[in-house]
C-alpha cells in the first residue's frame, strides 16, 4: 500500500476541484486558491493527484488543459475516466457527463487504454 502524504496546497487544490460542478484549469485554480500556491506547486499537486487518481484530465477543444475530480471513487467499483466531457460554445465550461456512454468500434488488433470524449454545444445554461 503506497502511503501518500496530505499538504496543505493538496489539500487546498483538491478541496477547489471536488467543490467545482465543471471543470477548471491551471489559471482557475490558481486564481480560486488566491494565490496560496505558486504554479510550479500548482502542477505539481495536479500530477499527484492524477497519479493517485482523484482526478482527472481532459483537453478542450482549444487545447486547454483542464481537471475534473472522479466522482465514484466511494462505491466500491473502480472507475474509468473513459466517459463524455461536454464544452460549452458561449460560457467555455467543460463538464462530465458521465452518464452518457461513448461507443465505437475500433479496428482488429487495437487495443484502448484510455479515450477522451468532447463535445461540444450550448449547455442548459446558454441556450
Sequence with gaps: MKITRNTTAKTAILEIIRNSDVALSHT???ALSQNFCDRVTIYRVLNRLMT???IHKMVTLDGTIKYASCHDLDNGVPHSHNHIHFSCEKCQLVTCLENVSPTFKLPPNYV????????SGLCPNCL
Design 112 to 119: 484502448m487504454k484510455e479515450a477522451n470524449f468532447t463535445l
Design 28 to 30: 482557475e485554480i490558481q
Design 52 to 54: 493517485e487518481d482523484v
